[in-house]
Each structure stands twice: as C-alpha cells, then as structure tokens.
C-alpha cells in the first residue's frame, strides 16, 4: 500500500489546480483519476459545443486556458489539460475510479474499483458532477414510448430532426439546446421556475451569486450550481431560435408524462393546450455532485449537504469540509466553475500543507455532531 500526503481525487480543472500547488509547496501526493485520457469531464461535452460557445474557461495556475474559437471544446480543453498535466509534471495516474474513502488508524484510505488502495493523511476531493446526471421523477415517465435524453448524452439537433422534441429545464444548457434545436425540428420548453434573464450582468452580480451557493453550503445545504444563480441570457448563436419564439413561449412543468407526450392539469394560460405530443424529452437538468464515496466519512449535515468552513473573505475558497478538516472539497459548491476551480485548488493545497505540517487532524469524531458552524477557519 502507497502512503501520501495529500491524494486529489480527479484530475479536472480543480485536481490539476490543486496538483500544481501541493508540487509548488513540495506535498508528496498522487492524483487519481477515472478516465483513461485527460480532460476531465470537458472530453464528454457534445461535439457542437466549440470554444466559442463556452461561457468562458478560466485559466490554470500558469496555464492560459485555450480561447474562443470554432474548436471543439471536447478537444481544445483536453489536449489543453494533457499538455498542462507534464509540463508541470503533475502526478497523475488513470484510470483509476474511486469506490469509497474510508478511516484506518488516523489516517483514509483512498479504495479503487480495481481493488487498490491509497494511505494518506490528507484528500483533496475534485470529482466534479459531470458522473451524477440528475433526472426529476415525474409521474409516468416510465410510460414514455418515445427518447428520453439527458444533457450528458446530447447527441447533437441533426439526430432530433423531424421529432417534436420537449426541452426541459431553466438553465444555460436548455437555452443552449434549444438554440441548436428550434432551426432544424418543432421544440417545445418548460421549466420549473419563470426563467430570469439578465441584462447587466457584471462581475459584481458574479460574486453576489458564488456568495448565494456559499452561503449555502456553509449552512449544510446541498450546494445549488453557481451558474444557475446568474441568469440567463441569449447569444448571437440563439438569436435565430429567439426570433422563431422558443424561448417566450415557455411553458410552467407539465404535470404528468403520458406514453405520446404530456399532460398539464389545473388552470392553463390562454392558448395553451392541456396536453401536448412530444416524440422525444431532452432533459437539461443538471447533474449533482460526485461525492459518493466519502459516505463513509460522514461528512454531510442533517440538510444533506457537505458543510464547508469558510477560510477567508473569498467565498470561492471555501474548501474544507466542516466536520474533517483533513479533507478539502474543490469544484464543489461555490467553486464549481472552472474559475472557481482554479482558485479552490490553491486554498486546498494551503489547507493540506498547514494539515501535514500540524501534525495529526482533528477528525469529525472530534466535533460536535450539529450542524456547522456558520463561519470560521479550520
Ligand atoms: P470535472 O471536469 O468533472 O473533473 C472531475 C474529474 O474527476 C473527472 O476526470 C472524473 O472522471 C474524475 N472523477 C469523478 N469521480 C471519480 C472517482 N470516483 N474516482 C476517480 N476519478 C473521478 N464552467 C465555466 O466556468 N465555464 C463554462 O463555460 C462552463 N460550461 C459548462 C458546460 C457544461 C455542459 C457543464 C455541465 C458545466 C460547465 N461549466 C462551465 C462548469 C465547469 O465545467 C465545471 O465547474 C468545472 O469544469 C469542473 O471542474 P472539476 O475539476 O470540478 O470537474
């Protein structure tokens, strides 16, 4: 069994930031990753989303991320993240997945589907949400006979065309699919919440969000997506479907999914239709957070999130999990963005250092079993 300081799990923008600093301030670690390439989970976006597309990838610690272009952002950010992973020789190992963490004699244990098993005194959590996608249960669903596809197994509008498709969701993935889908098929969309489109979106209004999703996080609660905090809005690349009316003619959830299409009850808007046929639902509902295998350091609250301490005024940089200081959640919560990532990564490394240097953690065992403090250091 290899012994380490510090194990990153995932090697995605927040394990390769957090790699890179644990190297800088000489953390003997290893980073396991799943995949057998780099990438993380930038190699499984669609292929119709390019560069240009992207909202924005932030830069690595001394890597300037690849820029808007027509490049398939599937290859621009992997063949990026490859070149970064030896030019700053990070220790990564692939494929290797996680199965759980668990507690042996102080320190975790880091086991692998493959039957492997990692000592080490401090973990570093990067493991994204792209693995959870999450679906809502909607009464008969399960009757559905057409497709039902979620956003991480978006084939592309060429394979909808000529079906009526039902796009469902209020986040920038639903405005993105149905920007691609409204010119070439009949679409249709609903979601839960009025959708908030946003006109003066500016760095300010970023930061209140990040503070929205830390906020909650550091109550316990389990962490809303930052970039479903900030709004909406159309890009040239969506103006056409906006022109077709797509987007102002959303609709409320539908009450139930029947085997042709599905069903509204109670008091219906003028003109709209109780029922309507649909041959496929795209499900652009997002995904949760990839965080199974630390069940057995029980490190969530009674609300069902995983606390974090918040470390500085920079809510971006609250990593450490409230009820194991030894363990840091990057990418998670108010850092899942790859600019939070980015930043995470390093309020990670410096919380392990100061970890390995103070000699053995204060382990949840040690804490009171209420819910989080609301604000203090680790
Ligand atoms: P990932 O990139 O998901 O990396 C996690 C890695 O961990 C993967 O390699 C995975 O294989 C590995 N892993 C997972 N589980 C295990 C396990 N059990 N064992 C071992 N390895 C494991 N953010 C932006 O800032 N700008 C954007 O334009 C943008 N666009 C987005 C578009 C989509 C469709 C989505 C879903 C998200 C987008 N985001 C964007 C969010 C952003 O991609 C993420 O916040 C950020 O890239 C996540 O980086 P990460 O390192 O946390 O996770």
Request: hydrophobic share 40%; charged share 20%.
């Amino acid at each position: 069994m290899e012994s380490y300081e510090s194990v990153v799990i995932g090697a995605g923008q927040a394990g390769l930031s957090a790699s890179y600093h644990l190297n800088r301030l000489g953390v003997r670690h290893v980073v396991l990753d799943a995949e057998p390439r780099p990438g993380g989970a930038w190699q499984h976006r669609w292929d119709s989303l390019t560069m240009h597309d992207v909202h924005g990838v932030a830069d690595l610690p001394d890597g300037l991320a690849p820029g808007g272009s027509g490049e398939r952002a599937n290859l621009a950010v992997p063949s990026w993240f490859g070149s970064y992973e030896t030019s700053h020789d990070l220790p990564v190992v692939r494929p290797v997945r996680v199965t759980s963490v668990t507690e042996v004699g102080g320190l975790l244990a880091v086991h692998s589907a493959d039957g492997r098993t990692w000592l080490t005194r401090t973990l570093v959590n990067a493991t994204g949400t792209w693995t959870r996608p999450f679906v809502p249960r909607y009464p008969g669903a399960e009757t559905f006979l057409g497709e039902q596809v979620h956003t991480h197994d978006y084939p592309g509008a060429s394979h909808f065309r000529g079906k009526r498709v039902l796009v469902v969701g209020g986040g920038a993935s639903a405005v993105q699919f149905l920007g691609e889908l409204a010119p070439v098929t009949s679409v249709l969309w609903v979601t839960r919440r009025e959708p908030v489109w946003r006109s003066d979106f500016d760095a300010s209004r970023g930061r209140e969000a990040v503070a929205m999703v830390a906020e909650r996080v550091e109550a316990g609660l389990p962490p809303a997506s930052v970039v479903s905090v900030t709004g909406l809005s159309l890009r040239p690349q969506e103006q056409v479907a906006a022109g077709l009316g797509v987007y102002e003619r959303r609709r409320p959830m539908f009450t139930r999914i029947e085997p042709y299409g599905v069903r509204w009850s109670g008091p219906l808007a003028d003109g709209e239709a109780a029922y309507e046929p649909v041959d496929a639902i795209l499900w652009a509902t997002g995904f949760r957070p990839a965080v199974t295998h630390l069940a057995p350091l029980r490190l969530r609250s009674e609300h069902g999130g995983i606390p974090l301490l918040r470390g500085s005024a920079d809510v971006q940089t609250a990593v450490t999990a409230a009820y194991d200081p030894r363990v840091q959640l990057v990418g998670y919560g108010p850092s899942a963005s790859t600019i939070g990532a980015s930043r995470a990564g390093r309020a990670a490394a410096l919380a392990v250092q100061r970890q390995v240097s103070e000699g053995p953690a204060i382990s949840r065992r040690d804490r009171p079993r209420t819910s989080a403090p609301a604000s203090a250091g680790p």
